[in-house]
């Protein structure tokens, strides 16, 4: 425990670093000379310069056009400051691994014409490296290494299978999603065996990325406030912990879930090296909660962005407060950045993290 409590003084005697070098000490919970932080959905509707963007091309040609992406996962980078470049690409590309076909709606999010309702509908699955299926995606990656140098780490990332799922069988975006639920707690043989399709495509994918060139890899599992830990425990749990066994000799994990207060000290067992957490808990109770050998990331409300600057201003303040600067904490929101965000808010923030205001 005691390796992983610096105070505030100590941190003044680590030499300035830069912001991979300072977002990577943190996610390996080694002493930093400020808190790193970067923004989840940074590289989106926010930035007038990604609206710009989007004028032109629509999503899933700068997500799949290397150049464009790499010109939009650089556009926080130049703008806020933030110690970390998340590639722009989206949890559902590697579906491509899959062949299952997708669409991404504007304002509604993931679409998939025909859902996987049953276990034929699982066995027709295809398996194809990351490589050949989404090779734009690594292509990115290798262009976005030689810019970005060490002003910002790279961040690679993918879905979780529970989340994947949940959109695979639904086949759109929804509040609970029901017919996954079903599917799961009526039909395990199935759930299991699309879960493992899922995670074997997961691990190649984030391989691949590594490969490539991402420094870090996150896993997004968006949905998995809908499980109680027990079924999360059983339908889950065992595929994201085989993620985190392959990912982790690699480089360093990230897990992402919102609503999960129910979940977190499972999670913290999960293999990732930092835990995000979003804002329904205060930053310090979920850590002594998640434990001493894991990293936490977060927490501030994305909302709470969207106030007047004081308290935007408080709330970060309050979020590092919290944090003492333990080895281990990376500032983020609890969750993606709100469209109408003002980036100068985001900015701001930075700032305040970085210790400059
Ligand atoms: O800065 C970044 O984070 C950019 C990279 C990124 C995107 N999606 C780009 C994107 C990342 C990390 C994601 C992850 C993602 N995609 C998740 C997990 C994170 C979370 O928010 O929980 C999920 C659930 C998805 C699925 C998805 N794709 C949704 C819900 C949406 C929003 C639909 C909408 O229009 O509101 C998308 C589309 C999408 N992916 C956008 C962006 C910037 C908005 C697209 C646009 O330009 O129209």
Known sequence: MATTLICDEQ??????????????????????????????????????????????????????TPELAAEATLMPVKRLGVDAAVLFADIMLPLA?????????????????????SRADVERLGFAPAAGATPYVLEALRQLKTELGERAALLGFAGAPFTLACYLIEGK????FP?????????PETWHALMEALTRVTIDYLREQVAAGADAVQLFDSWLGLLDPETYETMALPYTRRIFAAAAPLAPTIHFSTGTVALLEKIAGSGCA????????????????????????????????????????????????RAKGRAGHIFNLGHGILPQTDPETLAGVVRVVHGEA
Not at 173 to 176: D, G, I, L, T
């Open 11 to 64: 941190r003044r005697v680590v030499p300035p670093m830069t912001g991979r070098q300072r977002f990577l000490a943190a996610a390996r919970m080694r002493p930093v000379d400020t808190t790193p932080v970067w923004f989840m959905r940074q590289a989106g509707r926010s930035l007038p310069e990604y609206r710009a963007l989007r004028e032109q091309h629509d999503f899933m040609t700068v997500a799949t």
């Open 97 to 117: 691994c899959l062949g299952i076909p997708f669409e991404i709606r504007q304002g509604i999010g993931p679409v998939i014409p025909d859902p996987i309702r």
């Open 173 to 176: 975006p929804a509040r609970e």
């Open 179 to 187: 017919r996954a639920k079903a599917l799961m707690y009526g039909e």
């Open 274 to 321: 930092a835990v995000s957490v979003d804002w329904r808990q205060p930053l310090d109770v979920a850590w002594a909660r998640l434990g001493p050998s894991v990293g936490i990331q977060g927490n501030l409300d994305p909302a709470l962005a969207l106030a007047p600057w004081p308290a935007v201003e408080r709330g970060a303040r309050d979020v590092l407060r």
